[in-house]
């Protein structure tokens, strides 16, 4: 970590950046929170750990606003995330510096907080530096031992992997985390009956509060104004007042990333009410790989996305209901 | 319905065949081998049906000379089918007799050798489709 | 005092949700919410913190007021009926409670909220104490005694004993009706009980990394300097304009009033706002808060500078860390609260 | 809101026999922003339009609702009707209770509540429109006909004619089609040859025509009156400024074995060859899959044997990019193949032909230099026997379910050939009904019977049995008489279907015309606009767009030509006002919908926007609405719905969808 | 369900149809007199590639019971690739429909050329068929919108 507060440090001193983009410690172990920092001593709050899960790049839109360039710390998933943007002109190239930083697997507090651990005073083990395969957390009720893994947010344990897909220069090495298929869960939703579908989707949605929390943090939801906050389908809304609204935001959201969404995972992250809301974009991502050839978004920046592009040999929409 | 229309309709659920389609083209009785042992023609089976004389159908001549070849079936451009109406017609008469379905595991017992080898043919041909 | 065994719990729901509705900490798909109980519905009494506040049994996420009815070229207006049932709630803690009363002082002040009056007029609160306080709780600060919540019922779960006391009339009503399943506890073991669980949920409490967070300084009379500070400038960055730190908040009560066409007519309903959001105050004109600063500011001047300003001191905050908890961008209001200390201490 | 009239037409009895228009009237006056409503007879006549400008002007109207017909019959005559009244005419909108509705039900109180809901959803529709202005783009006065047969020819002819340049793409070597193929034509057995080539050689030598043999269309883009095409002229191998059509390397040529495309087959050709002998123009091509000097890089003679130098072996394939305002499709027809059809024996004998290789073996310049004989064995035919309806009028998927019109005719015309040159063959023809309307048809197949002895049977051949003596064996019933007929031929002719030339499907891709199942190009209107193709400025001629004879190909081309000189004649065109467009302040500048837009309308400019309050310069997307079409592909694409389209805009299909949902 | 609430179930039944083909199409049913079920309504888009995920869904939050999208055959798009951005659209579209536990019989593309009167009404048959086989849409019904 020094090494990467070494180098922004340098890069605000050479003039090269007029910010940096990261994370700054929290005041709880694990909530450092996205941050700019304008000045060399501000660096000292600087932190990259586990817990830096947040994907800056959405914040590269507004950064590419201000004037000089900003150094921007992306980890590989990132990057995707990225290159989506500069593909649909919402970030400058220009105005980014980026420094790939390696990555081990990011952690989720709600899992850890599910195995029933709570008053956290404290965790050892999550930083990049650490070789340690397990996390030590001190809690006002006793010391637990949590291995890494376990800890993990599901998209690490789905990794698309090592590589930066965009950076000016990286620091650190990144590790396997991918011990999964990223297919399994839609795979076993798939092969559901209709009703129990149907079941398994109203149960989750229900819990939706229409927060916005997977939208707003989503670099693929980029819109300046959503149609679910403007008139221009009778569309906004506030509040899911009926179980339709919950789908149609969800199914809307998916199908407007549909071949833009990098599967960053993130909207899964943030939702509070633990929804697997990456399951609709994966779905459409099976899909896309299926029926129209394997297609990951911001891998690139030439490759016409799939709901832009098609072949003349297309599959029909009948195929859908062949396949169930 | 009357029991001519009733029959009529038989005769088109057994057969699966429209004979409005029919053209009257002929080509039906072209190329019908059984053409001058039949005393109702293949084309005018058709008109048998859509007159709704199934009577007279199942009283010709034609009805068990008819070799089930098919080729009727397999040339006419109308996919009226000429042959699947008279065969629909003997099936009336045999359903009429009793005789229905066969399970097929009855089928072995009643091959015997006297049993000429065209029907075998024949049955299979009608029911390759 | 009374007390009933854990394992008795399921016979007392469903008498009391016989002739009434009761709402209680449910999990659904792994999240625990306040919800109506149902036979089948997954209780759960373990998790402290729902992940939504209970405000919503009082103040729901979305609620109808009338219903215009369209025939031909005339219009009829059907108004919603106010609540008339009673209902209880079961397993509240003491923050919610805290942020109920921070509602009634919103909804119950002139211009009294009908339909919020008939929800509370009607309902009976049995208050849970905190059994394990969490490290995101600052309650305390706000003068919340989470040993022993303020409520129609206070109850303690020690062990697999749950002690009930009635604290109200409400309480001693619903205590009556529930007779046969409560046994009486009287005896000098159970207050023991209650007050060594009462002891030990204080200790924790002091404990907390939070708790001894200083609110010095957020009060009306700052008003201008709070609001101008530079601060929320930096520290409103990494904010998303989502609206969780709203929808989770036991107090935050701000609602948008909306029509929608059902095809035969209209529905018109409010829900739930959040000031994060852009078309949050949104006028004919235009908007008066027009960047996400703005926004982030006006929340938090809320919470710890107008309302205190217009309530008696009484802070719009009650401490219970849902938004520390759950906001994606790791803000909440005590990072807020220690950015200005710090600032301010180094001015200092 | 809207102060709307609806206007409920009867169309005599045709809606208002299945719907109570009076019922849909009073439905009407109940809906919002309904101030007036009545229903006449015919809507569309003078006095319906009357109707509807005095209740314009006597009520204030600012939309208006037409249940009626289909939009696609007047949607432009109430438009009009309304401009008349002074009303913008994008402020009327149909409801089609005719086609959609009175048409297809029977039941009155079902097809009436339908109609009401259809009303509903205009109305509500109408209720959203806004007042479009439409408009303009320019002409190139500049025509392009596909196609080089007599329809192709003649189109071209009465273009020029009128005075604009025009440009002809044929595919094979030379221009002149089917007809060039034909011996005589009926009902007049004219000389098929003395009759075209004179058109042939006229549009060669007119000065605004131009030529592109051995040439293909490879792309078109644009739209009515301003066209791009890219055409594919392939590597003659021939220079033609230098070739003067001697001959003599066709006579040269070693390589003399390719089955001639001219002669079907029936004979051979060498790789340098033209067609035939009045080919135009009369420069040869070298047959690159046939010419051993390409095959082996060894040979050369044509180039030594030719005088003018004119052999070019190392010619490429050029693409030329002209731009037209019209392009009229004659890309006409072929026979289908009768593989499908061995009961008749075609692969099996030689003798079994089809009607266009008798037509090769009845010509002078064919095969057999115009002698009939048997391509077996070269004897005199004493019987001969024509089927007809080989592969027309199919019910089944072997064949074509049309009737292919010209057979009846031309076998007739045959049958008399035959019985007149040699009047001791004998002719026989099945026929399931001959169908002879026209002028001078019947007449002309009733000489055949009465004057030429012509044996017509009412029957249809089931089988033709090749017989091991080189005989045919046909069997064949004869439904009037009641009798199944075995009769022995010498030869027997094929009236096989015809059918669209198979590369028209890719042409109407690149055109997008609308094209059928049968790969006929479909008409605008299959009554009043026979001639055009639903998609503007593309024009019909001839068999492509139906089986069609040589007069009624002659008029049908000069009525496309007609259309098109209509269009060149226009200095600019009014556009579609149906264009997209978009909003501002919500665009993301994402460039999404230019990536799907396929006119390449969107494009994107940094402009500075003032939302609501904040200034700053974005990417935004801008519709050029010259270019535009109006198809939507671009709104839906779009996430953020900056992207809406006139006159279709989304909160107009809501309002559609609620009312139809209601 | 019984036989006569069968009988009773009218099914809303939405039909969108690009105007160069589909529209022309059941233009062309109609004036061959080829009928279909009433319950269809069909409204004029452009294109197939016109229609937005956001209009079916609508329909169906309204009410409908089935949505059907008709436009050119691929290839024969009046604007050239319209319809093969639909297809795409449409497929995914139903599939996540299908992924959620919406019976997949609700939604159907299908090409129809303005030469395919028959195809319209046979393809209409068979829809208002299929949706009353299915019944009463509920899965994805606004229920506030539910006539009372």
């Known amino acids: 970590m020094q090494e990467i507060v070494n180098r922004a440090k340098e890069l605000l001193a050479d003039g090269t950046v007029k910010r940096v983009l990261g994370w700054k410690a929290g005041d709880l172990p694990y909530n450092p929170e996205p941050a700019y920092f304008e000045k060399e001593e501000d660096l000292e709050e600087f932190v990259y750990n586990g817990f830096c899960g947040a994907n800056l790049s959405k914040y590269m839109i507004e950064a590419s606003k201000m004037e000089g360039k900003t150094l921007v710390f992306l980890k590989p998933c990132d990057t995707y995330s990225f290159q989506q943007l500069m593909k649909e002109h919402r970030v400058d190239r220009e105005k980014a510096y980026i420094i790939g930083v390696g990555c081990k697997g990011k952690l989720d507090i709600e899992r850890i907080r599910r195995m029933g651990i709570k008053g956290i005073k404290s965790i050892a083990g999550a930083n990049l530096e650490d070789e340690a395969e397990t996390l030590t957390i001190v809690t006002l009720y006793g010391e637990k031992e949590v291995p890494y893994k376990d800890a993990m947010l599901e998209r690490c344990h789905v990794c698309k992997g090592k590589d930066h897909m965009i950076f000016d220069e990286i620091i650190g090495e990144s590790k396997e985390t991918k011990d999964g298929d990223r297919f399994a869960e839609v795979e076993r939703i798939e092969a559901m009956s209709p009703e129990e579908k149907f079941a398994f989707f109203q149960k989750e949605l229900s819990k939706c509060i229409r927060c916005n929390a997977c939208r707003n943090v989503c670099p693929a939801c980029s819109c300046r104004k959503c149609v679910f906050d403007s008139n221009k389908f009778d569309s906004a809304q506030k509040a899911n007042v009926d179980s339709f609204e919950e789908k149609m935001f969800h199914i809307i959201r998916a199908f407007h990333v549909a071949g833009r969404c990098t599967d960053c995972g993130e909207c899964s992250r943030v939702c509070p009410q633990g929804i697997p809301l990456h399951l609709f974009n994966r779905k459409f991502i099976k899909d896309i790989d299926e029926l129209y050839g394997e297609y990951q978004a911001g891998a690139d920046l030439e490759e016409r996305g799939p709901l832009t592009s098609y072949q003349l040999d297309d599959a029909e929409p009948g195929i859908v209901a062949e396949r169930s | 319905m009357t029991d001519k229309k009733k029959q009529a309709e038989l005769i088109r659920e057994i057969s699966g065949v429209n004979p409005l389609k029919c053209m009257k083209c002929g080509k039906c009785s072209a190329t019908c081998p059984s053409y001058n042992e039949m005393d109702i023609k293949p084309h005018q089976f058709v008109s048998y049906v859509i007159n709704e004389d199934i009577e007279s159908l199942v009283k010709s001549r034609s009805l068990w000379k008819c070799l089930s070849c098919f080729a009727c079936v397999q040339r006419c451009p109308r996919d009226v089918k000429p042959g699947k109406l008279i065969d629909a017609a003997r099936q009336i008469v045999e359903r009429q007799r009793g005789g229905d379905y066969l399970s097929p595991d009855e089928i072995p017992e009643l091959l015997d050798p006297e049993i000429p080898q065209q029907l075998l043919v024949s049955a299979f041909r009608r029911y390759r489709r | 005092m009374y007390k009933i065994k854990r394992e008795d719990l399921p016979a007392l729901f469903q008498k009391i949700a016989a002739d009434q509705e009761l709402y209680l900490p449910v999990s659904t798909a792994g999240q625990t919410n306040f919800g109506v109980w149902r036979e089948e519905a997954e209780v759960d009494l373990d998790t402290l913190k729902t992940v939504k506040s209970p405000k919503d049994v009082f103040f729901p996420q979305s609620e109808t007021l009338y219903t215009c009815y369209r025939e031909g070229k005339k219009l009829s207006v059907e108004p919603e009926t106010l609540k008339e049932q009673d209902f209880v709630v079961f397993g509240m803690k003491a923050c919610d409670i805290k942020g109920v009363e921070v509602l009634d002082r919103v909804f119950l002040s002139d211009p009294i909220d009908t339909f919020y009056a008939a929800r509370r007029d009607h309902g009976t609160i049995v208050a849970l104490a905190c059994h394990e306080p969490e490290e995101t709780c600052f309650c305390k600060v706000f003068g919340v005694d989470a040993a022993h919540p303020a409520a129609d019922v206070a109850a303690w779960m020690v062990e697999d004993t749950l002690y009930w006391k009635p604290e109200t009339e409400k309480g001693q009503k619903l205590t009556e009706k529930l007779a046969d399943f409560l046994e009486k506890a009287e005896d000098a073991g159970s207050e023991t009980a209650v007050a060594e669980e009462e002891e030990k949920i204080r200790s924790i409490m002091e404990e907390l990394p939070y708790s001894h967070l200083s609110l010095e300084g957020w009060n009306g009379d700052v008003l201008m300097e709070k609001f101008e500070s530079p601060l929320w400038e930096e520290l409103y960055k990494p904010c998303l304009a989502c609206g969780t730190c709203t929808f989770v908040c036991p107090t935050c009560q701000c609602y948008d009033i909306k029509d929608y066409d059902t095809g035969q007519g209209v529905q018109r309903y409010r829900c739930w706002d959040s000031c994060m959001y852009s078309d949050f105050t949104m006028m004919a004109h235009g908007n008066n808060r027009t960047s996400q600063k703005e926004r982030f500011r006006q929340r938090f001047m809320h919470k710890l500078v107008y309302f205190p300003a217009n309530n008696d001191g009484m802070y719009s905050c009650v401490g219970c860390g849902r938004c520390v908890e759950k906001c994606p961008a790791s803000l909440n209001i005590v990072k807020v609260v220690k950015a200005f200390q710090e600032k301010e201490g180094a001015k200092a | 809101m809207l102060r709307i009239g609806v206007f409920v037409c009867h169309c005599g009895s045709n809606i208002a026999a299945t719907v109570d228009v009076k019922k849909v009237v009073e439905m009407a006056l109940h809906e919002p922003g309904v101030v007036h409503a009545e229903d006449y007879q015919y809507m569309c006549s003078e006095a319906g339009q009357e109707k509807i400008r005095a209740a314009i002007q006597e009520k204030h109207l600012s939309g208006i609702v037409v249940c009626s017909c289909s939009p696609r019959m007047h949607e432009n005559t109430f438009r009009n009707a309304a401009e008349r009244a002074g009303l913008n005419p994008y402020m009327v909108e149909i409801a089609n209770i005719r086609e959609h509705c009175s048409w297809i039900h029977k039941d009155m109180e079902e097809a009436t509540e339908k109609a009401v809901i259809l009303m509903r959803a205009a109305v509500a529709k109408v209720n959203l429109n806004t007042p479009l202005q439409p408009g303009e783009s320019r002409v190139t006065k500049r025509a392009l006909v596909i196609g080089g047969g007599i329809a192709g020819i003649q189109t071209a002819l009465d273009i020029a004619d009128a005075g604009y340049p025009v440009d002809i793409v044929e595919k094979t070597p030379s221009i002149g089609g089917r007809m060039s193929q034909l011996d005589k034509t009926f009902p007049t057995l004219d000389c098929s040859a003395c009759i075209l080539t004179p058109k042939m050689v006229e549009a060669n030598a007119h000065p605004n025509i131009n030529i592109y043999t051995y040439s293909e269309v490879e792309k078109v883009s644009g739209f009515v009156g301003d066209f791009t095409v890219d055409i594919r002229k392939k590597a003659r191998s021939v220079d033609m400024s230098k070739c003067t059509g001697c001959g003599v390397c066709q006579e040269k040529c070693p390589s003399k074995k390719t089955p001639s495309e001219f002669n079907r087959g029936l004979n051979n050709r060498s790789a340098i060859y033209t067609p035939f002998a009045q080919a135009i123009p009369n420069v040869p091509v070298i047959d690159r899959e046939a010419c051993i000097k390409f095959k082996t890089g060894k040979c050369g003679i044509c180039s030594k044997v030719c005088q003018a130098g004119a052999i070019d072996y190392e010619q490429k394939d050029e693409i030329i990019t002209e731009k037209y305002g019209a392009i009229v499709v004659a890309t006409g027809f072929d026979m289908i193949k009768l593989d499908d059809y061995d009961e008749y024996a075609y692969s099996q004998s030689k003798d079994v032909i089809t009607s266009l290789e008798l037509e090769r073996i009845m010509n002078a310049a064919g095969p057999t230099g115009g002698h009939l004989e048997r391509l077996s064995d070269g004897k005199a035919p004493k019987e001969i026997v024509f089927i007809q309806c080989v592969g027309s009028r199919c019910a089944d998927n072997r064949g074509k379910s049309y009737c292919s019109k010209i057979c009846c005719m031309y076998t007739a015309k045959h049958a008399m050939l035959i019985r007149d040159k040699y009047p001791d063959v004998n002719v026989t023809v099945f026929y399931i009904d001959v169908r002879t309307p026209g002028k001078n048809f019947d007449e002309f197949y009733r000489r055949a019977v009465e004057e030429y002895g012509v044996n017509y049977i009412k029957g249809q051949v089931g089988k033709v049995i090749p017989q091991p003596d080189g005989k045919l064996l046909v069997q064949g019933a004869d439904l009037l008489d009641n009798k199944q007929i075995l009769k022995e031929a010498d030869m027997v002719v094929l009236a096989a279907a015809i059918e669209p030339n198979p590369d028209v499907r890719k042409i109407a891709t690149m055109l997008t015309a609308s094209i059928d199942t049968n790969n006929f190009l479909t008409e605008a209107h299959a009554k009043l606009r026979p001639v055009e193709s639903p998609t503007a400025g593309v024009f019909l001629s001839g068999v492509c767009q139906g089986p069609k004879d040589i007069p009624e190909t002659v008029s049908q081309a000069g009525a496309a030509a007609v259309k098109a000189i209509g269009l060149l004649a226009k200095d600019k065109l009014l556009t579609n006002p149906c264009t997209a467009h978009s909003d501002e302040l919500l665009c993301n500048g994402c460039s999404q919908c230019a990536n799907v837009c396929p006119y390449g309308a969107i494009t994107y400019e940094e402009k500075e926007v003032n939302d609501h309050g904040i200034r700053e310069v974005r990417r935004i997307a801008v519709v050029n609405e010259a270019l535009c079409q109006g198809c939507g592909a671009c709104t839906v694409t779009c996430p953020s719905g900056a992207m809406d389209l006139k006159g279709f805009s989304n909160r107009q299909i809501l309002a559609e969808v609620d009312a139809i949902c209601r | ?148």
């Not at chain 5, 951005?85 to 939604?107: C, K």
């Open chain 5, 1 to 148: 369900m019984s036989i006569e609430a069968r009988e009773e179930f009218k099914p809303k039944i939405v039909a969108f149809c690009c105007n160069w083909c589909s529209y022309a199409g059941a233009d062309l049913a109609g004036s061959s007199r080829l009928s279909y079920s009433a319950d269809v309504k069909i409204i004029r888009v452009p294109c197939s590639c016109r229609v937005n995920p956001m209009f079916i869904l609508r329909a169906f939050e309204r009410g409908a019971d089935g949505v059907i999208i008709c436009g050119c055959h691929p290839g024969d798009c009046h604007y050239t690739s319209g319809n093969y951005y639909a297809r795409r659209r449409m497929t995914l579209l139903f599939s996540m429909l299908d992924f959620i536990g919406v019976e997949n019989g609700r939604t159907r593309v299908e090409w129809v050329s303005a030469a395919e009167g028959v195809k319209f009404s046979q393809t209409m048959h068979e829809f208002v068929d299929k949706i009353t086989s299915l019944g009463k849409n509920v899965r994805l019904e606004d229920l506030r919108c539910r006539k009372s």
